[in-house]
């Protein structure tokens, strides 16, 4: 039993998991908070060329 916890204790595959998951995290916030700010000015440039298109410049 004490082999299997001292195996266990020095095992750091799991920390990395943990790691990894929390980088994901974060970048996925960013993103989220970043996503109107980034569709607002795709949807003007949309609307822009939409209305040149229309007007025939």
């Not at 299997?4 to 990894?20: H, V, W």
């Not at 980088?23 to 609307?47: D, W």
Request: charged share 15%; aromatic share 10%; net charge positive.
């Amino acid at each position: 039993m004490r082999k299997f916890f001292s195996r266990f204790a020095r095992n750091e595959s799991g920390a990395t998991a943990i790691e990894y998951g929390l980088i994901a995290a974060f970048m996925a916030v960013c993103l989220i908070a970043a996503l109107p700010k980034i569709t607002a000015g795709v949807s003007s440039q949309f609307t822009s060329i939409g209305t040149k298109l229309s007007s025939g410049q």
